[in-house]
């Protein structure tokens, strides 16, 4: 089971899972972020900071979770990867799509 918690940070929604994204866990993380993105608001931050390790379930989620943001008017992007999470978001290409950050407040700055 994913603990997904979150915070409204600036106008954006903070989403802050930990540990890991699997397909074990990646629909409970799904249903848990959209519930969270239809209260709004509509900018939406995946913070990685404990988040160890994500699959190629969790990349799905993260993009359902991005197309349900941009529908939406908003956006998503990602901040705070260690180092496994941001290899696989880089051989992904998911950091070219949503872009990555070194801090919440650069990732808040990127979607303006």
């Known amino acids: 089971m994913i603990n997904l918690n979150h915070e409204i940070s600036v106008g954006c929604l903070v989403l802050k899972?930990?540990?890991?994204?699997d397909s074990a866990n990646a629909k409970a993380f799904e249903d848990d972020?959209?519930?969270?993105?239809?209260?709004?608001?509509?900018?939406?931050?995946?913070?990685?900071t404990d988040l160890d390790y994500i699959s190629s379930a969790g990349l799905r989620?993260?993009?359902?979770t991005a197309k349900k943001a941009k529908a939406a008017g908003g956006g998503l992007t990602i901040a705070c990867a260690t180092v496994n999470v941001k290899e696989v978001l880089v051989v992904s290409g998911f950091?070219?799509?949503?872009?990555?950050?070194?801090?919440?407040?650069?990732?808040?700055?990127a979607l303006g």
């Open 95 to 109: 950091d070219g799509i949503f872009g990555m950050h070194d801090s919440i407040a650069a990732a808040v700055a």
């Open 33 to 48: 972020a959209h519930a969270l993105l239809d209260q709004g608001p509509v900018k939406v931050i995946i913070d990685s």
């Open 61 to 64: 989620v993260i993009l359902t």
């Open 17 to 21: 899972p930990s540990r890991r994204i």
